[in-house]
């Protein structure tokens, strides 16, 4: 049985801005990791982290869908766990964004509670990046 972790942020920003540091490689290594990211169905590209003692801090990915400036999504695989990411951007009016983020096929709930924490994390750094 495989989980899924869904959440929403609210960011004071344009749907276009918001979309850039979603979709432009250098802002995502900004908030994420470094990365060869390019918004293009099928592209395969890397997340790159800082590799510790469990882990090589490689994500390898694929690009899933592009429906500019709504919708993202793109595969997550770590080792065994292989999920799928979706980024979705609404426009709430008056200058307000919102960002729903659901990641698919979480395995356990060692893999769930470090998806959240390290979503969590990320988004903070993304507020930075939209700030800029």
């Known amino acids: 049985m495989s989980s899924s972790l869904n959440m929403d942020f609210q960011f004071k920003t ?33 997340f790159r982290h800082q590799p510790n003692e469990y882990w090589d801090g490689i994500v390898d990915s694929e690009v899933l869908i592009v429906d500019e400036p709504d919708l993202l ?7 065994e766990e292989r999920h799928t990411v979706t980024l979705t951007i609404q426009d709430l009016g008056d200058g307000q ?30 507020v930075k990046v939209l700030e800029q």
């Open 14 to 46: 344009s749907v276009e801005k918001l979309w850039s540091a979603l979709t432009d490689s250098s802002k995502l290594a900004n908030w994420i990791a470094d990365n060869d990211f390019k918004p293009v169905v099928g592209h395969c590209f890397q």
């Open 73 to 79: 999504s793109f595969s997550w695989v770590v080792g």
């Open 97 to 126: 964004v919102n960002l729903h983020l659901e990641q698919t096929g979480i395995s356990n709930v060692q893999a769930l509670t470090g998806a959240k924490y390290g979503w969590m994390a990320w988004i903070d750094k993304l």
